[in-house]
């Protein structure tokens, strides 16, 4: 059974920083292309980050370019994503989610999805 699991999201002030995890099991990670999406209530889930299987290729949103960086550790099966210069338009529902293909770097369609962890970032 594939089980994907978020964590580190939380309150934060505007400008601040926030790491979130990653794991996931059940699946060989290693051949995963790894995404972080984001959700508001009332918008689509959006791309945040792609990291290729091997972590050559990463691509970001526009919105998150220089100052949001994706990693992954294959050897522990966890995703990372280090935020900093937190806007309060940061603040949404973040998902990490597998994909068998990086797909030029869309993550989609995903495979597995972890149920989320909220950041908030006060203004």
């Known amino acids: 059974q594939v089980q994907v699991v978020e964590s580190g999201g939380g309150l934060v002030q505007a400008g601040g920083s926030l790491r979130l995890s990653c794991t996931a099991s059940?699946?060989?990670?290693?051949?995963?292309?790894m995404g972080w999406f984001r959700q508001t209530p009332g918008k689509e889930r959006e791309l945040v980050s792609c990291?290729?299987?091997?972590?050559?290729?990463?691509n970001y949103a526009d919105s998150v370019k220089g100052r949001f960086t994706t990693s992954r550790d294959n050897t522990k099966r966890t995703l990372y994503l280090q935020m900093n210069s937190l806007k309060p338009e940061d603040t949404a529902m973040y998902y990490c989610?597998?994909?068998?293909?990086?797909?030029?770097?869309?993550?989609?369609?995903?495979?597995?999805w972890g149920q989320g962890t909220q950041v908030t970032v006060s203004s």
């Open positions: 059940g699946l060989t990670f290693n051949t995963y292309a």
């Open positions: 990291i290729n299987w091997s972590s050559r290729f990463t």
């Open positions: 989610a597998a994909a068998a293909r990086w797909n030029d770097g869309s993550c989609s369609p995903s495979d597995y």
